[in-house]
């Protein structure tokens, strides 16, 4: 029994040194080693730099990708802005959508990025997603999907939620807008070019239609003044030739 005892003491101090030691693992910053090939000192330590507030890969939270989608096919999305924007190097997304025809109907929808290792027609049918409009049933991603996007390639992960707009092509030339947060103030619409023009047509035929109606007014009044005399009396009428004036004749 005294055996036994020593035996669980000693192992309650060993567990109780690794816990200690795990934590002091855990508050210690960690650090980045650099090496000098000349010098007396070959290695210089440095303290790395924690996480920043504004980073979300670092926050692990929700960024709005705000986009025109008739920019935008899979191919350009996936290039220009999950890659080149994000940093992403294999993105495969999750994607959760609410049918826009029916509010009512969630559904989901899973997207690989091509590897090397595939065969043809698994990288043949992923290519033929990539021309496909963000829209598209292949695809999926509507307006206010929510986007969960992992790289295990270089172990990053982030949720994007997604909005349309009719972005302006002066305020947002990349015809897309990564922020933070979202309200709709912060971006600049395109003006409709339609209705500008329906506009410009509807006071056209407005104009015509009041230089009818006066053209229509002058012609009444000019025919009523023939009728009425210029004096204002009573018309006179022509009385046809008597029959005596035409025999006599």
């Known amino acids: ?37 000349s010098g007396q000192k070959w290695l210089y330590p440095q303290n790395m730099e924690g996480p920043r507030p504004s980073c979300f ?15 935008f096919d899979y191919g350009t999305f996936e290039k220009k802005i ?23 109907k969630p ?33 999926k991603i509507f307006n206010h999907s929510s986007l969960s996007i992992d790289d295990f390639a ?16 002066e305020k947002h030339p990349n015809g897309f807008e990564i922020t933070n947060n979202w309200t709709l103030n912060k971006f600049t619409l395109k003006k409709k070019e339609e209705e500008e023009e329906q506009q410009e047509d509807d006071g056209k035929s407005k104009n015509n239609d009041n230089n009818n ?12 003044k023939e009728l009425d005399g210029d004096d204002g009396d009573e018309p006179q009428i022509k009385q046809p030739p008597s029959k005596k004036l035409k025999i006599s004749a």
């Open 213 to 224: 109606n006066k053209n229509k007014n002058k012609y009444i009044g000019k025919k009523r």
């Open 1 to 37: 029994n005294l055996l036994k005892n020593k035996q669980n003491q000693e192992e309650e101090k060993e567990n109780i040194n690794n816990e200690q030691r795990e934590n002091q693992l855990k508050n210690e910053k960690g650090k980045v080693c650099w090496v000098q090939n």
């Open 82 to 104: 999950l890659c080149k924007n994000l940093g992403f190097k294999q993105p495969d997304l999750v994607i959760e959508f609410t049918d826009p025809n029916n509010d009512n």
């Open 107 to 139: 559904g989901s929808n899973t997207i690989e990025s091509i590897i090397d290792d595939e065969d043809e027609e698994e990288k043949k049918e992923k290519e033929l997603m990539r021309t496909k409009k963000l829209d598209d049933p292949m695809i």
């Open 57 to 71: 890969i670092c926050q692990k939270s929700i960024v709005h990708l705000t986009l025109n989608p008739e920019l």
């Open 154 to 169: 270089q172990d990053v992960q982030v949720n994007l939620k997604i909005h349309y707009l009719d972005l302006d092509d």
